[in-house]
């Protein structure tokens, strides 16, 4: 069984790096899409950045320049490091699997797994 545990929210000003965790214990990390997604408040959730079975990534066009996906298969453990926190980047950020590989279609109901999120908040 899939089990998705996010960490690493915090309240912290704007600028500076931000490294988000998920433990993915029942995950075979090649075969399955992983991913990232977030909600910020009153807005719909959004995809940050996912990797499918064959190592392909895919941005969200506001986390092409920021944000990188790196994984540590011995620690069971998906990151999300984000290179310098915006106030826009405030929200609730969730880890997501999806065993089938495919991280398409790119929107968080899709997926088969997802953790209880973590939240960001960045003030100006």
């Known amino acids: 069984q899939v089990h998705l545990v996010e960490s690493g929210g915090c309240s912290a000003q704007a600028g500076g790096p931000l490294t988000l965790s998920c433990a993915a214990s029942g995950v075979t990390y090649s075969s399955y899409c992983m991913g990232w997604f977030r909600q910020v408040p009153g807005k719909t959730r959004e995809g940050v950045v996912t990797?499918?079975?064959?190592?392909?990534?895919r941005f969200g066009d506001f986390a092409k320049d920021r944000f990188t996906i790196p994984k540590d298969n011995a620690k069971d453990t998906l990151y999300l490091e984000m290179n310098s926190r915006k106030p826009e980047d405030t929200a609730m950020y969730y880890c997501?699997?999806?065993?089938?590989?495919?991280?398409?279609?790119?929107?968080?109901?899709?997926?088969?797994?997802r953790g209880r999120g973590t939240q960001v908040t960045v003030s100006s």
């Open positions: 997501a699997v999806q065993e089938d590989g495919s991280c398409s279609p790119w929107w968080l109901g899709y997926y088969n797994f």
């Open positions: 990797v499918d079975s064959d190592g392909r990534t």
